[in-house]
């Protein structure tokens, strides 16, 4: 566990960079962490996933896999990686503050 | 009045269920009202689906892993074959496509998990059954074994699409007894063999991951990882191809073995408040009982339960649920629960393979099980090869029929396994990761 600055206020993440609380998190936080990963801009498009991510977060405990925001998020797989490169479900789950989303074995 | 439990699908779950049911109420008819017990499946052919492995390379028929479904059950188990329409989860009825409505009292889900294929683009167009084939089914195991037959060299790739999938050590088992396979043909030396894969490693779990990657290494078998299939790309003259990731990254083939997604079964979509987005059933993962009503139960690859999608899974998972029903039909609490447990044998060619136990808490590690004296844990060994053979022989005559098989019980057991120090292993507390 590791404790960070963004936006101004200190955020305690785990080993791979995810919120230990998704409530701590904020929007502008998000678009701090976006930048660090090579997201200059998060577009209303990003945001559509993002909330979408933390609603699915609340409702079921775990944020989506991709296969599933591609079937329900309104945001087509191909266009997922588009707005996340390095991975969709991973690089979204963590700028929307929520833990990582869990796969199965 | 007669109570009636439906169990839909007449695989290793709904099978090995029917049967323990059968067994106890047999037993205890005078605690109990008659209980009458139906078997719903699409098709009389149970495939003994760890055997789908062994048919790409010869290894073994048709004929030896697939039986008739009615003739696994008591006799006594009403058998209906036909198409499941949908579930009135309301009402308490299958209605059935050829138009026989069944009520129940309890419903069990027990119809396995779906190939979607057409998830993939391209998966199954031009290319398919020539070049790309899957050994996750009978017709295209037996398609791949004429085509390895064939096969003098060049580039094989095995593929997971996506988790999760039914087996997950099976991809990996697969490139195993391919290293084996071109080595005894003598063609090992121009053959490249590359397994692609969406996970981080080899596995899911840090122990079972470093061990598997390190035979893959051993092996001279190349591991991409990360790799998220957005399409397979055929030749324009039919003979070999690309998988193009969704990050732009491309994986040459001359031979493709995908393992396409996994869905759970389609009258699932069909029945309102039963499954989740892929078709899964929802399920308590210790007591079995479905979210979507008490009298709705679940098991094996049909649920969505965190551990691995596999024949252990619902043999061990078989013994709580019977326990659970009975009780609910008792109007008593459930409180029979299920830790995880699973335990694979993997195959790693040359007539040895390795064996993994975990459950939710524990992930596979090494050691032996069931306890300090007994078969070695994630090291390959030709006792655990033998174990694996003689399991198909265990499977129909114990497991199916629903006894108990001795040494392996549903809770695992932890004698016997070498629990690392936290330095070398990180993250095994969560189920699924």
Redesign the interface.
């Known amino acids: 566990m590791t404790t960070t600055t963004y936006a101004g206020a200190p955020v305690e993440l785990d ?1 791979e960079g995810f919120f230990i609380d998704p409530n701590a998190w904020t929007p502008a936080m998000a678009e701090e962490m976006a930048k660090a990963d090579g997201i200059d801009t998060l577009t209303e498009p990003h945001w559509t996933v993002l909330n979408f991510m933390r609603k699915e977060y609340f409702e079921k405990g775990t944020g ?5 925001l591609g ?2 998020s309104g945001v087509s ?2 266009d997922l ?1 588009l707005l996340f ?1 390095k ?1 969709p479900a991973k690089m979204a789950a963590r700028i929307a503050g929520i833990h ?1 989303p ?4 | 009045m007669t109570k009636r439990i439906v169990i839909l699908g007449g695989g290793t779950g709904g099978t090995l269920t029917a049967n323990r049911l059968h067994r106890h109420f047999r037993h205890h008819n005078s605690e109990h009202q008659p209980v009458e017990i139906i078997v719903v499946d699409q098709d009389d052919h149970h495939v003994y689906q760890p055997g789908l492995l062994f048919v790409p390379f010869g290894l073994a028929q048709q004929s030896e892993i697939v039986r008739p479904r009615h003739e696994q059950l008591n006799r006594d188990i009403e058998f209906v074959q036909d198409l499941i329409g949908h579930v009135d989860i309301h009402a308490d009825t299958v209605h059935l496509v050829g138009g026989r409505e069944l009520p129940y009292d309890v419903l069990v889900v027990a119809t396995g998990a779906i190939l979607a294929f057409d ?1 993939t683009e391209g998966l199954t167009g031009p290319g398919w059954n020539e070049s790309v084939f899957t050994f996750y089914d009978l017709p295209g195991a037996t398609a791949l074994a004429a085509a390895l037959d064939k096969f003098d060299g060049g580039k094989l790739v095995v593929n997971v699409v ?3 999938i039914k087996c ?1 050590v099976a991809p990996l088992e697969f490139c195993f007894l391919a290293d084996w396979y071109f080595t005894e043909r003598g063609i090992r030396d121009r053959t490249e063999i590359t397994y692609a894969t969406p ?1 981080d490693g080899a596995f ?2 840090p122990v079972a991951s470093a061990a598997l990657g390190s035979l893959l290494e051993e092996k001279q078998i190349n591991l991409v990882t ?1 790799f ?1 299939t ?1 399409a397979v790309e055929v030749n324009a003259e039919g003979l070999g191809g690309k998988l193009v990731g ?2 732009g990254r491309e994986v040459p083939f001359d031979l493709a073995v995908v393992v396409p ?1 996994h869905s759970g079964a389609a009258f699932v979509g069909r029945s309102e408040g039963l499954g989740d ?2 078709n899964f059933v929802p399920t308590n993962k210790s007591s079995l009982q479905a979210n979507a009503k008490p009298n709705v139960f679940a098991l094996g690859d049909a649920t969505n339960v ?4 596999a024949g252990s899974v619902t043999h061990f998972e078989g013994e709580v649920l019977v326990e659970n029903i009975i009780r609910y039909l008792d109007h008593r609490e459930l409180d029979s629960t299920y830790d995880g447990h ?1 335990n694979c044998f993997i195959e790693t060619g040359f007539g040895k393979a390795l064996l993994i136990d975990f459950n939710y808490e524990t992930e596979p590690l090494s050691g032996h099980f069931p306890a300090a004296v007994g078969m070695p844990l994630l090291k390959e060994s030709r006792m655990n090869h033998l174990g694996k053979l003689m399991f198909q022989w265990v499977y129909w005559h114990a497991l199916l029929q629903g006894r108990d098989i001795p040494g392996i019980g549903a809770d695992m057991p932890t004698r016997g396994k070498e629990v690392p120090t936290p330095d070398t292993s ?1 993250g095994t507390t ?4």
């Not at chain 1, 989506?64 to 599933?68: D, G």
């Not at chain 2, 969560?430 to 990761?433: E, I, K, R, S, V």
């Open positions: 080993d989506p896999t991709v296969r599933v079937k329900t797989v191909k990686y490169p991975g990582k869990k796969g199965c074995i | 998830e996506d988790m999760p997950p996970l899911t779990k990360e998220n957005g969704y990050d997604m987005d892929l965190p551990t691995s999608k699973a990180t969560q189920g699924a990761t």
